[in-house]
Antibody, heavy 119, light 110 residues
Framework: EVQLVESGGGLVQPGRSLRLSCAAS????????MHWVRQAPGKGLEWVSG????????GYADSVKGRFTVSRDNAKNSLYLQMNSLRPEDTAFYYC????????????WGHGTLVTVSS | QSALTQPASVSGSPGQSITISCTGT?????????VSWYQHHPGKAPKLVIY???NRPSGVPDRFSGSKSGSTASLTISGLQAEDEADYYC??????????FGGGTKVTVL
């Protein structure tokens, strides 16, 4: 059974940093592209970032480029999102998702972790 | 990358059919047969219900179907059931390799 479990969310002040993790199991992690998608309160889904199986291809939404860094550790079956210079508008549930191809579609999702940016 | 355009809400009675549209451009929906749809119940993980425009993953009921014409994709739910009440999002592969989703459609079963 495929499982994606996010962790690392919490309350953080504007301008500070936070690192999210996603622990994967039940599939061949090092053969799969992985992505972060977020949902702000009352809003829709927003793609945040994606990384190919070998970390050779990485992409970011314009809203987070230069502030967020995606990475993965295939030996640990884990995906990460380093979030720096956080803003109140980054407040959202953050989901990790397994992709088919680099980003043809997302076939499995985690339950999400909540990040709240507030003073 | 602008979000794909979906209606904010659609409703129907049990047993009826509803259709949700998803309009993009030639750089996303119109340019590729990689449109997908996701069902999202609040507090739960989003679930893939359609991929590659019209394919259903294993375990998704056949009352869910997808299609595309030009730059507009559609998700149809036939024989609407109470458990289908959720938010639905379309997504498409894009020419700039950045992800894009629709704004979401709230489906209400009357």
């Amino acid at each position: 059974e495929v499982q994606l479990v996010e962790s690392g969310g919490g309350l953080v002040q504007p301008g500070r940093s936070l690192r999210l993790s996603c622990a994967a199991s039940g599939f061949t992690f090092d053969h799969s592209a992985m992505h972060w998608v977020r949902q702000a309160p009352g809003k829709g889904l927003e793609w945040v970032s994606g990384i190919s199986w070998n970390s050779a291809s990485i992409g970011y939404a314009d809203s987070v480029k230069g502030r967020f860094t995606v990475s993965r550790d295939n030996a640990k079956n884990s995906l990460y999102l380093q979030m720096n210079s956080l803003r109140p508008e980054d407040t959202a549930f953050y989901y990790c998702a397994k992709a088919v191809g680099f980003m043809y579609y997302f076939d499995y999702w985690g339950h999400g972790t909540l990040v709240t940016v507030s003073s | 990358q602008s979000a794909l355009t979906q209606p904010a809400s659609v409703s129907g009675s049990p047993g009826q059919s509803i259709t949700i549209s998803c309009t993009g451009t030639s750089s996303d929906v119109g340019g590729y047969n990689y449109v997908s749809w996701y069902q999202h119940h609040p507090g739960k993980a989003p679930k893939l219900v359609i991929y590659d425009v019209s394919n259903r993953p294993s375990g998704v009921p056949d009352r869910f179907s997808g299609s595309k014409s030009g730059s507009t994709a559609s998700l149809t739910i036939s024989g609407l059931q109470a458990e289908d009440e959720a938010d639905y999002y379309c997504s498409s592969y894009t020419s700039n390799s950045k992800g894009v989703f629709g704004g979401g459609t709230k489906v209400t079963v009357l």
